[in-house]
T-cell receptor, first 111, second 115 residues
Framework: LAKTTQPISMDSYEGQEVNITCSHNNIATNDYITWYQQFPSQGPRFIIQGYKTKVTNEVASLFIPADRKSSTLSLPRVSLSDTAVYYCLVGLAGGYNKLIFGAGTRLAVHP | GAVVSQHPSRVICKSGTSVKIECRSLDFQATTMFWYRQFPKKSLMLMATSNEGSKATYEQGVEKDKFLINHASLTLSTLTVTSAHPEDSSFYIC???????????FGQGTRLTVV
């Protein structure tokens, strides 16, 4: 399972765009990149998943360069409710494959 | 996405007693479920993988006799913390997966406090 490295913490202000980068140098050919969000005392919540290039959904965008050794989660115009821990996971998509969580990035959004 | 329900959401028990935590997949059949524990301000740590109808596979360092996992049906897995001690106090989270989906779904977690 590929190891991931993320910044331990980030600070932002309401209305700003936040980009969280994850490094995964040992990503395998079949691995997908998935991001989860976790609020205190709750289970993680799926945000977005991608394999290459760019993926966008209603809450975030995921940018993956051609070499796939890193990825960037982009949160547009954050609000206070986006304060949470964000985890980048790398592995085979879905199914029976266990998810190993790294340390995550603790994002604090300030007024 | 799938709805995963954990029960109870919060439990306090006395040291030496056993506690059972249920994880239910409400709207799809989960052939595989995962159990995690999480300490304050730490990441999720995978404890075990349970497959319906077979024995769970435990991660290294997790005592299988202390953390009993049963996955008797496609919609229910249980984690029993036996002879609980204060150091077992933690946040326990289950996750369900299906071979057809590309994301895992998590329960809301169970806060266990052993006094």
């Amino acid at each position: 399972l590929a190891k991931t490295t993320q910044p331990i913490s980030m600070d932002s202000y309401e209305g700003q765009e936040v980009n969280i980068t994850c490094s995964h140098n040992n990503i395998a050919t079949n691995d997908y990149i998935t991001w989860y969000q976790q609020f205190p005392s709750q289970g993680p919540r799926f945000i977005i998943q991608g394999y290459k290039t760019k993926v966008t959904n209603e809450v975030a965008s995921l940018f993956i360069p051609a070499d796939r050794k890193s990825s960037t989660l982009s949160l547009p115009r954050v609000s206070l409710s986006d304060t949470a821990v964000y985890y980048c996971l790398v592995g085979l998509a879905g199914g029976y494959n266990k998810l190993i969580f790294g340390a995550g990035t603790r994002l604090a959004v300030h007024p | 996405g799938a709805v995963v329900s954990q029960h109870p959401s919060r439990v306090i028990c006395k040291s030496g007693t056993s506690v059972k935590i249920e994880c239910r997949s409400l709207d799809f059949q989960a052939t595989t479920m995962f159990w995690y524990r999480q300490f304050p301000k730490k990441s999720l740590m995978l404890m075990a993988t349970s497959n319906e109808g077979s024995k769970a596979t435990y991660e290294q360092g997790v005592e299988k006799d202390k953390f009993l996992i049963n996955h008797a049906s496609l919609t229910l897995s249980t984690l029993t913390v036996t002879s609980a001690h204060p150091e077992d106090s933690s946040f326990y989270i289950c996750s369900v997966a299906s071979g057809m989906n590309t994301e895992a779904f998590f329960g809301q977690g169970t806060r266990l406090t052993v006094v």
